[in-house]
C-alpha cells in the first residue's frame, strides 16, 4: 500500500520509473487473488485500531505521514497511509492527529 501511495504523488506526470514500479505492484496484485480472510471458530471479533505517525515524513513539504490498521479479531481488514492536512510543530502533535484518523475510522466501522 505504501508503494501506491507513493506512486499515486507522480500520477498527474509520470515518468518511465513510476510506470514500471506500477506494473509491478500489478503483477504482484494478480498474484495474490488466493488471499482471503480467515476467522478461525471461537476467535473473540473485536475490532482493534493501531496508528503510528512519521514525524515530517515527507521530504518536499515537511507534512508527517499517518499509518493506521484495524484487526477484526485476528484478521486485518482496514488499513491507511497519507500525509496529514497540515504541519504538525511537534511528534505529539503528528501522533495526536493519526490517533484521530484512526478513532474517526474506528467509529465509522462500528456503525
Known amino acids: 500500500m505504501l508503494s501506491v501511495f507513493l506512486c499515486s ?3 498527474a506526470n509520470p515518468k518511465e520509473p513510476h510506470l514500471t514500479v506500477i506494473k509491478r505492484i500489478i503483477k504482484y496484485l ?3 487473488t488466493n488471499v482471503g480472510l480467515w476467522y478461525p471458530k471461537g476467535t ?3 475490532l482493534i485500531g493501531f496508528s503510528d505517525s512519521d514525524f515530517a515524513g515527507c521530504k ?3 507534512k508527517s505521514i499517518s499509518g493506521i490498521c484495524h484487526l477484526l479479531g485476528s484478521s486485518l481488514v482496514s488499513w491507511n497511509c497519507k500525509k496529514q492536512a497540515c504541519v504538525a510543530l511537534s511528534i505529539a502533535k503528528a501522533e495526536y492527529i493519526a490517533v484521530r484518523s484512526c478513532y474517526a475510522q474506528s467509529l465509522w466501522m462500528k456503525q
Open 9 to 11: 504523488r507522480y500520477q
Open 30 to 32: 494478480k498474484g495474490i
Open 44 to 46: 473473540s471479533l473485536n
Open 60 to 62: 518536499l513539504d515537511r
